[in-house]
Every structure is written in C-alpha cells, then in structure tokens.
C-alpha cells in the first residue's frame, strides 16, 4: 500500500489550493482516505476523511464550509480543495488510508493508530 500526497506551496490568506492523495497496492475499493495536518509545535489533527465506496465525509469544525474532499476513484485520487486559507491553516498535511471506521475515529485521534500514511505536504498560508 501507498500514498502520494502533493499539492502543497505558499498561497496569501484568502487563496485557494488542492491537495492530491494518490493511492495504489490496495486489494480492496472498500477504504476511506483521511488527511491530517501538523503545524509547527502542534500535535497532528485530523482535518477531512472521506469514504471511496460509500462517499461519506467528515470534516473538522475550522475547515467547515473551506475545504472540500472529493474521491475519484476511477484514479485512485482523493482531492482537498481549501479555499479561504487562512494563516492558521500553515501546516504539513498528510493522507492515511484504513477502513472509514478506524479513519472517522482517527479524526479525533490525530491519527495515532494509523498504519498506512503518505508523505506529507507542506502548505504555507501567509498573511
């Protein structure tokens, strides 16, 4: 099992990015795709995880109504559209893969119990 994640870069408060989460080696269409973020001298939190069979989402509350997670799954692809960045959201951003019950959980674990993580992306929001 792998994971790409790219898309990160700078962007003003305001702008707009779309990370990428490239998945390949499952046996299985039936996972969800989390993405978690670090920033500096802060514990890793779960932002967005969506369902590639079921297309269930969640998002935490500070992206709410920003970000946007999409799958296609026809490319093995999980989008995160984030508009409306605001410097807070300066982080390395991070795709896992696992079931969506252990992903929706992980949400609220920092994704400690993870095992499948891509390398992250760093994004950079300045003021």
Do not use: H
Not at 20 to 41: E, K, L, N
Not at 44 to 59: K, N, P, W
């Amino acid at each position: 099992v792998q994971l790409q994640a790219s898309g990160g870069g700078l962007v003003q408060a305001g702008g707009s990015l779309r990370l990428s989460c490239v998945a390949s080696g499952f046996t299985t269409d039936d996972y969800a795709i989390g993405w978690f973020r670090q920033a500096p001298g802060k514990e890793r939190e779960g932002v967005s995880c969506i369902s590639r069979s079921d297309g269930y989402t969640y998002y935490a509350d500070s992206v709410k109504g920003r970000f946007t997670i999409s799958s296609d799954n026809a490319k093995n692809t999980v989008y995160l559209d984030m508009n409306s960045l605001k410097p807070e959201d300066t982080a390395v951003y991070y795709c896992a893969a696992d079931t969506w019950g252990n992903i929706r959980i992980s949400m609220f674990m920092g994704g400690e119990d993870l095992e499948s993580w891509g390398q992250g992306t760093l994004v950079t929001v300045s003021s």
